[in-house]
């Protein structure tokens, strides 16, 4: 299910810190939250922003345990 921005209670001046928040918490439901609609609606946040959603598919792409070395020897 695909959110749309319009429709959130975020207005134009959300701090930084709220824009991350409700990125976050769209996809904890469940949601597609697409990063170009957040760059597109907070531009000020554009720079943080764009820190922020590559920092989150980094380690959003990680499997603790395909990187665990318990049981293997070194």
């Not at 319009?6 to 769209?26: F, G, P, R």
């Not at 609609?37 to 943080?48: I, Q, S, V």
């Given at each position: 299910?695909?959110?749309?921005?319009?429709?959130?209670?975020?207005?134009?001046?959300?701090?930084?810190?709220?824009?991350?928040?409700?990125?976050?918490?769209?996809?904890e439901?469940?949601?597609?939250?697409?990063?170009?609609?957040?760059?597109?609606?907070?531009?000020?946040?554009?720079?943080?922003?764009?820190?922020?959603?590559?920092?989150?598919?980094?380690?959003?792409?990680?499997?603790?345990?395909?990187?665990?070395?318990?049981?293997?020897?070194?």
């Amino acid at each position: 299910m695909a959110i749309n921005l319009s429709n959130s209670k975020l207005t134009d001046d959300a701090t930084l810190e709220s824009v991350m928040a409700h990125y976050i918490e769209c996809i904890e439901r469940g949601e597609h939250a697409d990063a170009n609609d957040y760059l597109d609606r907070f531009p000020k946040h554009a720079d943080e922003l764009k820190t922020f959603f590559r920092n989150h598919h980094w380690l959003d792409e990680s499997d603790p345990e395909e990187s665990s070395l318990v049981g293997h020897s070194v």
